[in-house]
């Protein structure tokens, strides 16, 4: 599987598995070189600064999940990164005592995890999850199915699993970019779908007579969820059928909506673009990345927060629109450089 489509849940996974399957640990080198989601980028000749942040990244989203990474230094130069081993111990993840699974039972949680990637499972189920994997008998780490979603922060999530789950209406008001009033909305939601690392609700908008996707980080205030009154029309049968359209609708518009940024290589917007996109050769030897986005504006205000480390080349209105944000940095503060980096390109 090539880097882009290697999902991060999978990568964690495959990380557990081989530190508790290593009593002594093993080093970076040893991890960045062998462990699925790793090694092939490693392969590729990553740059091993950029491998090493994603480890890092990996280890602090372990111990959210309450799945601390032992470090054991080494006993000739105590303190050197590069030698100290790390390793999970057996005990973070030991199932009950008297617990057993079968295949098939192993395969129908597995299922059940699976089930609820899209969704939100709480600190207790993704434990259990990364367990469920680590009693995997004998199963290549390289085939590793399970992607458990690793929940949301957004405040609205919560009421909107709610009232998919009850069939009812959730009402909320709407952020629009550009818009200085939210919008009122009436939907039937119908599932979060986790899409280019943001929460996005797909639901049918009654006012609109149609399938809609928004993105949660730009519902507003409080979720109300309510039953139907007899004036408004039924929630649309098959549900599975609009859902499956519209993430159609959201690759094809990613698909279309090409973008082309440079990046300093090594940096940290190198190591976060760098993930789904691919590598443009270009004349000068500098590094540019090229990837599709369903959301400019988001888009833009993730590029704006790496200030000179990214540039836009490519297409305009992205750029207009994170030269206007550093302008915006400008005025507020004084002195960024990064927009005066943007436009000199």
Do not use: C
């Not at 990553?46 to 372990?62: G, I």
């Not at 609700?201 to 009654?206: C, H, N, P």
């Not at 549900?239 to 973008?259: C, F, G, K, S, Y």
């Not at 540039?311 to 450089?337: E, M, S």
């Amino acid at each position: 599987m090539a880097r882009s489509q290697i999902p991060s849940e999978e990568r964690v996974f495959s990380l557990v598995l081989a530190l508790v399957a290593s009593s002594g640990g093993l080093t970076k080198h040893e991890l960045l070189s062998s462990v699925y989601g790793y090694a092939d980028r490693y392969r590729r000749g990553a740059q091993p600064a950029s491998l090493e942040r994603q480890f890092e990244r990996d280890k602090e989203q372990l111990r959210q999940l309450g799945i601390p990474v032992e470090t054991i230094d080494s006993p000739g130069e105590p303190g050197n990164n590069q030698l100290a081993r790390y390793r999970i111990s057996k005990a973070a993840l030991q199932v009950p005592t008297g617990l057993a699974f079968t295949d098939r039972e192993l395969m129908m949680l597995r299922m059940a995890v699976l089930a609820w990637r899209e969704g939100s499972l709480t600190d207790d189920a993704r434990r259990a999850a990364m367990k469920v994997e680590s009693l995997g008998r004998g199963r290549d780490p390289l085939s590793l199915g399970v992607s458990a979603g690793f929940g949301t922060s957004e405040p609205s999530a919560p009421a909107l699993l709610a009232a998919i789950e009850a069939h009812q209406i959730a009402e909320f008001s709407y952020q629009l970019p550009q818009r200085e009033v939210p919008l009122g909305r009436r939907v039937y939601p119908l599932q979060l779908h986790r899409f280019e690392g943001r929460w996005h609700l797909i639901a049918y908008d009654l006012d609109r007579d149609a399938t809609r996707v928004f993105l949660l980080a730009r519902i507003s205030g409080q979720v109300v969820a309510r039953e139907r009154r007899p004036e408004e029309a039924a929630r649309p049968g098959d549900a599975a059928a609009l859902v499956e359209r519209a993430v159609a609708d959201m690759h094809q518009i990613q698909r279309d909506t090409q973008v082309l940024l440079r990046v300093q290589p090594g940096s940290r917007a190198d190591a976060r673009f760098s993930r789904d996109a691919a590598v443009v050769p270009v004349d000068d030897g500098s590094r540019v990345l090229q990837f599709g986005t369903v959301d400019l504006h988001e888009l833009a205000a993730l590029i704006a927060g790496y200030g000179a480390e990214a540039v836009v080349l490519d297409p305009p209105v992205l750029r207009d629109a994170v030269i206007a944000l550093l302008r915006a940095v400008d005025t507020a503060h004084g002195g960024f450089p990064s927009a005066a980096d943007q436009e000199g390109e």
